[in-house]
């Protein structure tokens, strides 16, 4: 039997099939639902409750260990744990260090640029140079050394002919100066620039110094001695009239002495570099000072202190 045999219209007699099917579906849907729904209520179990939650303190211990000693493996911060009565899992520590977002120790002991920087500071100096044009112009160049740690000018130097016999002697006038130093250099640092030859990185390495280059048109791998730079333009240079090479000598050493000796800081905690000292004790004003102005290279920079 057909839908033609019913006589409907030709939109019923073309669309039937498809209405009986679609009805079926939904017969076959409900029935299916109330079926799951009477097999849900039948086998419930009662609510168990998971894993509980790890302590925060164990979190924070875990993830300071991972920190502070970024070499060290799950299974050894386990162990380190268990030294001091602490039991947890490897698979435990592996979760708390992905939830705060810590790579396994082979990724997190790469060392970057920056990190290696501040490991060696206390041993590292960075050398560059800059130049300065005359008022006749005529080009002077300039030669620096500057300690990464305590972000002090160790040497100055100008020429206006910097020839390899000429740089050679600046690094042995500079290891010279650093004889009394506590801690000896062990790197040097410097761009890839040609002046840097004749001999001049064979004298630090005979002093047992390692000397490390910038990769070509990489400014910020140096970028302690391009500050300087920035710093002794904008507070100093770029404020004169340079006219020979016995004034700018003159102008370096005394802005040298005031970078070094006044100049606060903030990598050093606003201090000097030559009172970067941790252990040195800040100073009390008294209840209503009177200051005293120096004036440095014709009243261009200030200083003040308390007048007697």
């Known amino acids: 039997m057909s839908w033609r045999s019913f006589g409907g219209s030709r939109g019923e007699r073309r669309f039937g099939p498809w209405i009986g099917r679609s009805s079926r579906r939904s017969r076959e849907r409900c029935r299916g639902g109330w079926h799951r729904q009477l097999v849900g209520r039948r086998w419930t179990y009662p609510h168990r409750p998971g894993r509980p939650p790890f302590d925060r303190r164990l979190q924070a211990l875990v993830v300071r260990l991972a920190r502070e000693n970024p070499g060290w493996g799950y299974r050894r911060i386990v162990g380190e744990l268990r030294s001091l009565g602490i039991c947890v899992s490897a698979t435990s520590v592996r979760t708390i260090l992905l939830r705060h ?127 300087w730079v920035g710093s002794a333009r904008r507070e100093c240079l770029d404020r004169l009239l340079i006219f020979s090479r016995r004034q700018l000598e003159h102008v370096l050493d005394v802005y040298t002495r005031h970078y070094n000796q006044h100049r606060p800081h903030r990598a050093l905690a606003l201090r000097p570099p030559e009172q970067a000292d941790g252990n040195a004790q800040p100073l009390r004003a008294p209840p209503f000072p009177q200051l005293k102005r120096i004036d440095l290279l014709g009243g261009l920079i200030h200083e003040y202190e308390h007048a007697a």
């Open 101 to 227: 977002g810590l790579r396994p120790a082979p990724q997190r002991d790469e060392l970057s640029w920056r990190n290696f920087l501040r490991q060696q500071a206390a041993t590292t100096l960075a050398c560059d140079f800059f130049t300065v044009e005359t008022a006749w112009l005529k080009r002077i160049y300039v030669l620096f050394f500057i300690s990464l740690e305590r972000r002090r000018v160790e040497l100055v130097a100008c020429t206006a002919n910097p020839t390899g016999a000429w740089v050679a002697q600046q690094a042995r006038n500079l290891l010279m100066n650093l004889d009394d130093r506590e801690q000896p250099v062990r790197f040097l640092i410097h761009d890839r620039d040609a002046k840097f030859g004749g001999g001049f990185d064979q004298v630090f390495t005979s002093e047992g110094v390692t000397v490390i280059r910038t990769p070509v048109r990489a400014p910020n791998a140096n970028a302690h001695a391009e500050r």
